[in-house]
């Protein structure tokens, strides 16, 4: 039997996409102690049940949103949360859903940015793209996704659920902040 689509994810990530936490398994247990993570999903695994106050530090659009929270006898997918890294340098994640980043000079769209981040993933550390628009010269890991891509060293998914159906709130993106020494926290969404 084929596996049900995916969903999609919502990702959160230090806004400085080389950062990543000293170390992952405290920022986990910080986590724990707000009610955000649960438990983790099988010896040694990067992968967590959501915590008992998930509902109360994620916002859900729409009236009564059905968000599954445990695994099921019929493998149907299910919110939980997945460690990403940390990495030595940056990872680029995109999805069906993203769509051209904007250029921080101009904020004109950048054409042909699935070239520009193959080989930005040969060199995250140095790589400069040029603006076609303005001649402006950035790393594209700082790129403008508009919440549909991003890089990171250390990325935590939130998994099955819909591009911009979920927000993180203010509590959460502020007690990540706390816990990587009051280094900011931005999200975005991807969908497979």
């Not at 967590?48 to 099921?72: E, H, N, R, W």
């Not at 628009?133 to 990325?155: E, I, T, V």
Request: with cysteine; aromatic share 10%.
């Amino acid at each position: 039997m084929p596996s049900p689509l995916h969903t999609g994810r919502l990702v959160l990530t230090p806004e400085d996409p080389y950062l990543a936490p000293e170390d992952p398994g405290d920022l986990i247990q910080q986590l724990r102690e707000i009610g955000f993570a649960g438990e983790r999903l099988g010896q040694g695994s990067t992968s967590y049940m959501v915590g008992d106050q998930f509902m109360k530090l994620v916002t859900f659009m729409g009236c009564s949103p059905a968000i599954q929270s445990a695994p099921s006898d019929s493998d149907e997918p299910f919110c939980h949360l997945v460690q990403s890294g940390p990495h030595p340098l940056p990872i680029f994640l995109s999805g069906r859903n993203t769509t051209a980043p904007r250029c921080e000079a101009c904020r004109k769209r950048v054409p042909q940015w699935q070239g520009i981040m193959g080989d930005w993933a040969q060199d995250p550390a140095d790589f400069a793209a040029t603006c076609p628009h303005c001649g402006h010269a950035q790393n594209p890991a700082n790129y403008d996704w508009r919440q549909s891509a991003g890089c990171g060293r250390y990325m935590l998914c939130v998994e099955n659920i819909f591009p911009q159906e979920a927000v993180p709130s203010t509590r959460l993106l502020n007690e990540l902040q706390w816990i990587t020494g009051n280094r900011p926290w931005h999200y975005f969404y991807i969908q497979e």
